[in-house]
């Protein structure tokens, strides 16, 4: 397989948009809906399918990932929330540098203690720069990571934040307002930071209907990720899935 961040990157100069979606390791507890949603994610097209979260309840993360696997010829990627939140039967891992706030754990702290079990497991490790931003209301990742988001009507703020990570060397940004997000990032800071750096944009939270899809893709966005509006509606992901592929380069 491809390494991931050489996929990425060419997706963003070819122009392709992609579509990843976030299966909650939680979902090793309900076989059947683990196996129907990764299903679906296959035979609407996804290109990613991401693994993980901020808060794990369970004891079968490893387990989800390797299922995941099984079933799905997509990269399965690590989307951690905590250095316990890794697998070997992954692909890839988003190694998450909370640049948007200052909790030093977040920024460096766990990727010492993640850092040689990552080494160990041989998974790409892909520098990413995670920006949380004001999604309307307090969300999980906000409140374990005891971080203040972005405002949602900053986008300067967002782009000078990126533009400190790619000098930095992170190779990706992801901009989230967190699952289950009132509202997504907004296409004026999609676009900010698109005009900012050369990296990769990775967008999620709160992305519900194809419009928006569409709005953000246009607006700058390389890869949206979706999961909790596909857990409410799993026939979503095809209609989803169309609205992505046929989104405009920016």
């Known amino acids: 397989m491809a390494h991931l961040l050489h996929t990425l990157e060419s997706a963003r100069r070819e122009g392709r948009k992609m579509l990843a979606v976030l299966i909650d390791p939680d979902f090793g507890e309900d076989g059947a809906r683990l196996d129907r949603t990764v299903q679906n994610a296959c035979m ?3 290109d990613l399918i991401f693994v993980g979260g901020s808060l794990l309840t369970t004891a079968t993360f490893d387990r989800c990932v390797q299922r995941v696997q099984e079933l799905s010829d997509k990269p399965v990627v690590l989307f951690p929330g905590s250095p316990a939140q890794l697998s070997r039967h992954a692909d890839a891992v988003l190694f998450l540098s909370l640049i948007s706030g200052r909790n030093p754990e977040l920024l460096i702290g766990h990727h010492v203690t993640a850092a040689p079990t990552v080494k160990a497991l041989g998974i790409e490790a892909i520098p990413t720069g995670y920006m949380l931003v004001d999604g309307g209301k307090p969300t999980t990742v906000s409140y374990v990571s005891q971080t203040v988001p972005i405002p ?5 703020i967002a782009a000078a934040t990126a533009i400190a990570g790619e000098l930095l060397g992170l190779r990706t940004i992801y901009m989230d307002t ?10 004026e800071m999609i676009a900010a930071v698109r005009k900012s750096v050369e990296l990769p ?4 939270g709160g992305i519900r ?4 899809a569409k709005t953000l893709c246009d607006a700058g966005a390389d890869v949206l990720v979706m999961g ?3 857990e409410e509606e799993p026939e979503l992901i095809f209609a989803m899935s169309e609205a992505v592929h046929g989104a405009r380069l920016r």
């Open 228 to 230: 909790t509006a596909f």
């Open 209 to 212: 209907d194809t419009a928006t």
């Open 201 to 204: 944009i990775i967008v999620g």
């Open 178 to 187: 967190g699952s289950g997000a009132k509202r997504t990032v907004s296409p």
């Open 44 to 46: 609407a097209q996804a």
């Open 152 to 156: 949602h009507d900053k986008p300067g």
